[in-house]
């Protein structure tokens, strides 16, 4: 593992997928509280947590179970071609040999850019938000208001109420229910829907946010990023003892990504759709 150490560090909530997967993986997490906003998971339910803390605990469980973990202070990574195969990674004047790379780069989209990777792009700039609120006894329990020109989502936990807000204008902001106001830092971002049309080729698998984006109506990001990491490790690993599988299974790991982005981009396209909310693009 390559990696920078740094967080976003925003609240995010998760669904009760990425939940159970979570459990599943790590279970030690499930139970370390200065992770999580709701100290309990809750029957069926999701629950929120603080990203900075967990992102710091998921690297040292994954050392934990045997990866080596490289930290990049400065400098770039440069992917390392080989006959038309990715072979590793050139880094800080070192050079990495691996017969697989994953791209698990988030939104910085490492790989697309240095290897200028085919994407779709599928809908204008879209203007996000989130942080921590402060709501008074009276504030509505959750809160999740659409309309033209974006949406906004504020969900009590046990401790802290978090939001999330979309835009489809830079500078709009989103109207506010009584009772109800931002507090503290907040996290800005701009997305579009996209995503690579081969999410794995020659030598390379791209997962989590890096081969697809949506936008946090989803609900679904952070699962999607875990899972993908979980399948692409899984493939190379299948990928290393059967190389001369090699082409099906990066088609089959392109073709499940591109599936859940189509059905994810359908879903949202619709219920966009049904509350007139307008691209200005
Ligand atoms: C406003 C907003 C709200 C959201 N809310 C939710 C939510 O409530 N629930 C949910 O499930 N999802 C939510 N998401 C989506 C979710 O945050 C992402 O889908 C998820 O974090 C993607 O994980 P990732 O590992 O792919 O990328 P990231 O979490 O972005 O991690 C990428 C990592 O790669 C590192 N990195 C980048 N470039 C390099 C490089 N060149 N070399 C080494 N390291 C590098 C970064 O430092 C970072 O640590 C939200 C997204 C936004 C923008």
Redesign the pocket.
Known sequence: M???????G?P????RA?VMLLAAMAPRLSHVSDIWLDPEPLPKSGRALM?GKF?QLFRIEALDTGARYIS?TAGR?EPRVAQGRISGVHCGGSSISSPVVID?????C?LRRAMQLEESIDSPALW???GLAAASTNAPDQHWQIGQQGWLWIKPTTSQTIW?SLSTQREATVAWPDGVRPVGRS?R?C?RWRCLQQAAGPGYFV????AV?LD?AT???????IES?ARAASLAAQLRRHPERSSLLEALYSDWVLQFYMSRKAALAECYANAALLWTG
């Open positions: 390559l990696g920078r150490g740094r967080s976003s925003a995010e909530y998760l669904s990425s990203r992102d990049l990574v698990a780069s988030g939104s910085n490492w996000l938000e989130r999330t996290w971002d997305r997962c989590g946010d890096a984006q946090p609900g679904d990001g952070f699962r999607f990023a990491g």
